[in-house]
């Protein structure tokens, strides 16, 4: 499964050339994640037996960070990410923590977060940084 060999057809390299290159980018992705968060939750995305996706998590006593939240393309649009990310949302609202993330300022995905109640919190290079703060405080 990857959710980016889509974005490598442009290139018009072999097979085997877009999986090295996939599999190395996936290693020095996931060994950044592990340096710049304490213990991120790594989770696997399924629908019965079919992985759709994946989701770095982070946590804070403060804040869940989702650091990176990717679907297959053709399961993207279809409500999946939404329930994912309420499901981020309820778990924070439930510890009295914020939802935060990064997306690219030309990336679509940034419509959903606002939908969500995400709001802008700032830039880092091209991406917004977003926080989502819940409505009620916890019981």
């Not at 309420?86 to 009295?96: E, H, L, T």
Request: net charge negative.
């Amino acid at each position: 499964m990857s959710v980016r060999m889509a974005e490598l057809e442009p290139t018009g390299w072999p097979e085997a050339m877009k999986h090295a290159f996939l599999t190395s980018q996936f290693a020095l992705q996931t060994r950044h994640y592990a340096a710049a968060y304490a213990d991120p939750d790594f989770m696997i995305l399924t629908c019965g037996d079919e992985s759709v996706g994946r989701l770095y998590l982070a946590h804070t006593d403060a804040d869940l960070r989702v650091v990176d939240v990717s679907l297959l393309p053709e399961r993207r649009g279809g409500g999946l990410g939404r329930a994912l990310l309420q499901a981020v949302q309820a778990r924070a609202a439930d510890d009295g923590r914020t939802v935060s993330l990064s997306v690219d300022m030309r990336n679509p995905a940034q419509n959903l977060y606002r939908r969500l109640g995400f709001v802008e919190d700032g830039t880092e290079g091209p991406s917004w940084r977003m926080i989502w703060r819940s409505p009620t405080p916890p019981a």
